[in-house]
T-cell receptor, first 119, second 112 residues
Framework: DTGVSQDPRHKITKRGQNVTFRCDPI?????LYWYRQTLGQGPEFLTY????????KSRLLSDRFSAERPKGSFSTLEIQRTEQGDSAMYLC?????????????????FGPGTRLTVL | QKEVEQDPGPLSVPEGAIVSLNCTYS??????FMWYRQYSRKGPELLMY????GNKEDGRFTAQVDKSSKYISLFIRDSQPSDSATYLC????????????FGDGTTLTVKP
């Protein structure tokens, strides 16, 4: 049974560089979420997809951030022109559609995260 | 003002103690109330969720929701060293909502 996987687990980059992270959800899940978590804080929602459609984006997702899920399977999160304030753990989660669950609650299963350090 | 406020901790208790973790929220639209556990360098994992008000029990864990006071709690009975982790409350608007809103977490240490 494979859970949500993320790659890379750690990324160190210099300010101004572009970075891309990948998330592979649980195979039968059609929803995929991205969150960002900084030290001492809870995860903050960034965006989510249902299949390949990006249904919601947070105001936190500035123009430098873009997420895609081209075939409704894996997803990528790209950060352009990284800043030191982008240093954080980037978490991906997946869930089934609520209509496919008992009681309509669709649990989000989180991956291990990608830790980004911007120098 | 933040939508969710969580007792910051950290909390340190002896093994076997009863632990109480608490959050308040301001958004009346929240319908699902969740508790996650997060170990160091891992993603959060769901412990329990409650829909609307009331209590829910699962083994040593009990979740309580008081929508009138906008207050939720998680109680851990007979705490174990393996319960040592950060506990996050989280909230969701409804069945179809994508976004979950998290508290900042309370770090619990259970000493043997």
């Amino acid at each position: 049974d494979t859970g949500v996987s993320q790659d890379p687990r750690h990324k160190i980059t210099k300010r101004g560089q572009n970075v891309t992270f990948r998330c592979d959800p649980i195979s039968e899940h059609n929803r995929l979420y991205w969150y960002r978590q900084t030290l001492g804080q809870g995860p903050e929602f960034l965006t989510y997809f249902q299949n390949e459609a990006q249904l919601e984006k947070s105001r936190l997702l500035s123009d430098r951030f873009s997420a895609e899920r081209p075939k409704g399977s894996f997803s990528t999160l790209e950060i352009q022109r990284t800043e030191q304030g982008d240093s954080a753990m980037y978490l991906c989660a997946s869930s089934p559609d609520p209509s496919e669950t008992v009681g309509n609650y669709n649990e989000q299963f989180f991956g291990p995260g990608t830790r980004l350090t911007v120098l | 003002q933040k939508e969710v406020e969580q007792d910051p901790g950290p909390l340190s208790v002896p093994e076997g103690a009863i632990v109480s973790l608490n959050c308040t929220y301001s958004n009346s639209a929240f319908q699902y109330f969740m508790w996650y556990r997060q170990y160091s360098r891992k993603g959060p994992e769901l412990l329990m969720y409650t829909y609307s008000s009331g209590n829910k029990e699962d083994g040593r864990f009990t979740a309580q929701v008081d929508k009138s006071s906008k207050y939720i709690s998680l109680f851990i009975r007979d705490s174990q060293p393996s319960d040592s982790a950060t506990y996050l409350c989280a909230f969701k608007r409804g069945t179809n909502a994508g976004k979950s809103t998290f508290g900042d977490g309370t770090t619990l240490t259970v000493k043997p």
